[in-house]
């Protein structure tokens, strides 16, 4: 599995954008999340997608601003954000793991090279 993510930029508080990964492989096997690390943070978990796409998960510091999605014809992951906060500025990175809900590191075993999103306040 091999993984590109993109969209990244720089944004006005408040405003949006959406990432997105490509994915070659047999991706439709894997839960799909994206991860983000700020200048001198842990990366930490920010959202997964199942198999199916039915089932979706957030970090409590995203919920309600994000949405996750996954088109399977096009074997793409997406990640919208909304109302986004200079908090939110940080390298963001899709993955894929065999099981939903993980929100550690060491649950995703396939990365993409991040994109960089930086929110101005």
């Known amino acids: 599995v091999q993984l590109q993510a993109s969209g990244g930029g720089l944004v006005q508080a408040g405003g949006s954008l959406r990432l997105s990964c490509a994915a070659s492989?047999?991706?439709?096997?894997?839960?799909m999340g994206w991860f983000r690390q700020a200048p001198g943070k842990e990366r930490e978990f920010v959202a997964d997608i199942s198999r199916s796409g039915g089932r979706t998960l957030y970090a409590d510091s995203v919920k309600g601003r994000f949405t996750i999605s996954r088109d399977k014809a096009k074997n793409t992951v997406y990640l919208q954000m909304n109302s986004l906060k200079s908090e939110d500025t940080a390298v963001y990175f899709c993955?894929?793991?065999?099981?939903?809900?993980?929100?550690?590191?060491?649950?995703?075993?396939?990365w993409g090279q991040g994109t960089l999103v930086t929110v101005s306040s």
């Open positions: 492989g047999r991706t439709f096997s894997y839960v």
């Open positions: 993955a894929a793991s065999r099981n939903f809900g993980g929100s550690t590191i060491s649950e995703y075993g396939y």
